[in-house]
């Protein structure tokens, strides 16, 4: 763990090395969603609500989703970008050195840019708690942070299935986009408004609904049920990284180098 | 006229080589229209208002928008000319006896069509097959589909025309992060790339009337459904055309003062 900080450290330092790039980009990364958050906003303008949900709950939603794919963007982009190291042979290296190939891939790359990006995230969660009638209490409060850690591990999880895939492909894939892309895209919006097979999908398979949907249908008042069991909902993207860990040290198993 | 005929058949080839990146794409692009259509389907099936546009036309909008998705799309950019530019091969360049608008605009056009040529076909042949709400619907008439497939083209143009304006301006920034980004942002939305223009309130609608953008997008999908009667697409596609020769006409002052000045590094 002390070494993942170490390579944090260096390599914050190495990007802060260009500044002015460093904060244009940022900033650009603050802007780049927004235009799906104003097409969100015009389309309550246009219709009022959405199957029951205010505009101000979806907006909860939105910024919860967006936080955490910033968040594991920024922190698990090793993941994301694993086929550059597997193409130029990189990988062989860091398979000599006495240490977990999983901090060595995770502290390979970090792309502190996407903090203007989970600012953009926070300030809309901010805005939507700010606007919704809610009575808040402790166990909420740390539900609201489970849910965006818990969707930071999901979308790690992904990462790590799509560099698990390149053992084998070599290239990147773009099909992975539709889980992470399409996931964020798909769970800004409170699940229940999709098709059944999506919803369930994307509940049972990737647990996208255990970590957004339902502790925010606590959040706001609309389940019944333990508090504390929604609270411990967002666990369940603890039960589905452990297998992805799982098919990627088979993968690692079944590693030929490319050999450049 | 032939070198730039040649340059699109290079161009066009080297495109098709991706072939299994256009198939990994095609799945993306059916997932996402999938699901942007049943966020739409249920704003729709909540409300009990008139609105601009029925759900047939908006899906048929959003199943447009994923077909010809690399035709229209302003981010897809070319690094290899902004390489050209900040890296100095600009002198090559200069030195082919072709004109440089010409030439660069005959490689974005013919790389935007390569990939969509790949892609169309198999896409276009799944959205008319699939269930009801998410079929795509045919067009109006014979009329609106040649009138649709005119304004794409001429759309494409106006596309091709504005994104030379954003190459041309890395002559003065040197980096294309910035102007970029903001371009990016600012059109995806005002072209309709987001929500269609008719469902957003009336104050943008006036914005979005008055600049390029949505000529590229909006008009031609609204074309083809017939929400735009045949009539109307008529006096569109002149609009269209105006925008063309301001857009390349600016772009092609802009060029002739940044190669006037332009200053090539050694090395």
């Given at each position: 763990m002390t070494l993942y900080f170490k390579y944090l450290l260096i390599l914050f330092k190495s990007q802060m090395q260009y500044r002015t790039s460093f904060w244009l980009l940022s900033f650009g990364q603050f802007f780049i969603p927004f235009s799906v958050f104003a097409g969100l906003y015009f389309m309550f303008e246009r219709f009022g609500d959405l199957k029951g949900w205010t505009f101000y709950e979806v907006a909860l939603c939105y910024g919860i989703v967006h936080m955490a794919f910033a968040i594991s963007e920024c922190f698990v982009r090793g993941f994301d970008a694993f086929s550059s190291?597997?193409?130029?042979?990189?990988?062989?290296?860091?398979?000599?050195?006495?240490?977990?190939?999983?901090?060595?891939?995770?502290?390979?790359?970090?792309?502190?840019?996407?903090?203007?990006?989970?600012?953009?995230?926070?300030?809309?969660?901010?805005?939507?708690?700010?606007?919704?009638?809610?009575?808040?209490?402790?166990?909420?409060?740390?539900?609201?942070?489970?849910?965006?850690?818990?969707?930071?591990?999901?979308?790690?999880?992904?990462y790590m299935l799509g560099a698990t895939l390149c053992f084998w492909t070599v290239q990147g894939l773009e099909v992975v986009n539709v889980f992470t892309d399409g996931g964020r895209e798909m769970a800004q919006y409170p699940l229940n408004i999709y098709a059944k097979w999506v919803t369930q999908f994307f509940t049972f398979i990737i647990p996208f609904g255990f970590v957004s949907y339902m502790p925010l249908m606590f959040i706001l008042d609309r389940a019944d049920g333990h508090p504390v069991l929604y609270m411990l909902m967002p666990f369940a993207s603890v039960l589905f990284l452990l297998p992805c860990i799982a098919i990627w040290s088979i993968g690692v198993r079944h590693y030929r180098s490319t050999g450049s | 006229m032939s070198a730039y005929l040649s340059v699109i058949r290079l161009r066009f080839i080297n495109g098709l080589q991706y072939r299994t990146a256009a198939i990994a794409g095609l799945s993306t692009q059916l997932f996402f229209g999938l699901i942007f259509i049943m966020v739409f389907v249920a704003f729709y099936s909540g409300t009990a208002k008139t609105l601009p546009m029925s759900l047939s036309e908006v899906v048929t909008y959003v199943w447009?928008?994923?077909?010809?998705?690399?035709?229209?799309?302003?981010?897809?950019?070319?690094?290899?000319?902004?390489?050209?530019?900040?890296?100095?091969?600009?002198?090559?360049?200069?030195?082919?006896?072709?004109?440089?608008?010409?030439?660069?605009?005959?490689?974005?056009?013919?790389?935007?069509?390569?990939?969509?040529?790949?892609?169309?076909?198999?896409?276009?042949?799944?959205?008319?097959?699939?269930?009801?709400?998410?079929?795509?619907?045919?067009?109006?008439?014979?009329?609106?589909?040649?009138?649709?497939?005119?304004?794409?083209?001429?759309?494409?143009?106006?596309?091709?025309?504005?994104?030379?304006?954003?190459?041309?301006?890395?002559?003065w920034t040197m980096s294309p992060t910035g102007s970029i980004m903001m371009i990016a942002v600012a059109s995806e939305l005002l072209a309709g790339m987001i929500i269609p223009i008719p469902l957003m309130p009336e104050w943008l609608q006036k914005i979005t009337f008055i600049?390029?953008?949505?000529?590229?997008?909006?008009?031609?999908?609204?074309?083809?459904?017939?929400?735009?009667?045949?009539?109307?697409?008529?006096?569109?596609?002149?609009?269209?055309?105006?925008?063309?020769?301001?857009?390349?006409?600016?772009?092609?002052?802009?060029?002739?003062?940044?190669?006037?000045?332009?200053v090539i590094q050694g090395g």
């Open positions: 190291l597997i193409v130029n042979g990189e990988f062989d290296r860091l398979l000599v050195r006495p240490r977990g190939t999983i901090v060595q891939v995770l502290g390979s790359k970090f792309e502190f840019t996407r903090f203007g990006r989970m600012l953009q995230g926070l300030v809309i969660l901010f805005w939507a708690l700010i606007n919704l009638p809610v009575s808040w209490s402790l166990v909420k409060v740390i539900t609201l942070v489970l849910m965006i850690a818990g969707g930071v591990i999901i979308f790690a999880g992904i | 447009l928008q994923q077909i010809f998705l690399s035709l229209i799309m302003l981010w897809a950019r070319d690094n290899e000319i902004f390489g050209l530019i900040t890296g100095g091969n600009i002198a090559y360049e200069l030195c082919r006896p072709v004109q440089l608008y010409g030439f660069w605009s005959a490689k974005l056009l013919a790389q935007r069509l390569a990939n969509v040529v790949l892609r169309c076909l198999p896409i276009t042949a799944v959205v008319f097959l699939l269930p009801q709400p998410y079929r795509m619907s045919l067009p109006q008439s014979w009329t609106s589909f040649i009138l649709f497939l005119i304004s794409l083209l001429l759309g494409l143009l106006v596309v091709v025309a504005i994104s030379m304006l954003i190459y041309i301006s890395v002559f600049l390029p953008f949505r000529w590229t997008v909006d008009f031609p999908f609204r074309v083809y459904s017939g929400h735009i009667p045949p009539a109307e697409a008529l006096w569109g596609i002149l609009i269209q055309l105006f925008w063309i020769a301001v857009l390349a006409g600016f772009g092609m002052w802009c060029l002739r003062t940044a190669l006037r000045k332009v």
